[in-house]
């Protein structure tokens, strides 16, 4: 291996995830938070569950209502 150019490696960082699993696994930073990990992904735990980590799900219920809102006037007007 070359000398210097490669990143301080970590043979045990700490992966923190917001559903409080830690995990330790080597890695070029000593300590990082994830929002998201294979013990809380809804495709590894199988349930439904919706992450929403910057409101953007409730934009868009917000604009779903909206546009129902908007269809239900324009069947009025129509009949
Ligand atoms: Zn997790």
Request: net charge positive.
């Amino acid at each position: 291996m070359k000398k210097n150019i490669h990143p301080k490696y970590f043979e045990d960082a700490k992966i923190i995830c917001s559903c409080g699993k830690v995990w330790h696994i080597p890695s070029t930073v000593k300590e990082m938070k994830v929002e998201i990990c294979a013990n809380c992904h809804p495709f590894f735990t199988g349930e439904e569950k919706l992450v929403d980590t910057r409101g953007q799900l409730e934009k868009f219920k917000k604009r779903l209502e909206k546009m129902k809102k908007n269809e239900k006037r324009r069947d009025k007007k129509v009949s």
